[in-house]
């Protein structure tokens, strides 16, 4: 899923959750905070790897001081990337939406 798409679904501010919700499918909120901050993290990286293959284009080997300031199409993708929903809203949004897939390690009374 893009980045875009993920956008559109996501909500502009942050709410209060019901717990309920975020426990119902794992029965603990614990597991469902750590299973949203594993993808918030992915989504982190992604949006980072994104950002800064886009911002290779304007990196130079000498940096004029007028070439700065007036650089609009890279003001305009950091503004972009700076609307964005936060990673952990996106998170979020996608596992009420049963859209992450996750797993649990199976309990093995060996290992330690």
């Given at each position: 899923?893009?980045?875009?798409e993920i956008q559109k679904r996501s909500r502009e501010n942050a709410?209060?959750?019901?717990?309920?919700?975020l426990d119902k499918d794992?029965?603990?909120i614990y597991k469902t905070l750590a299973i949203v901050s594993k993808r918030s993290n992915q989504l982190t990286v992604q949006i980072k790897e994104e950002l800064?293959?886009?911002l290779e284009d304007f990196a130079s080997d000498h940096d004029n001081l007028e070439e700065i300031f007036e650089n609009r199409e890279q003001i305009e993708i950091s503004t972009y990337y700076e609307k964005l929903p936060k990673p952990t809203l996106m998170a979020l949004e996608e596992f009420v939406e049963d859209k992450i897939y996750y797993r649990e390690?199976?309990?093995?009374?060996?290992?330690?």
């Open positions: 899923m893009s980045l875009s709410e209060a959750w019901d717990t309920r919700v794992t029965g603990n800064t293959k886009k390690p199976e309990n093995n009374p060996d290992a330690h």
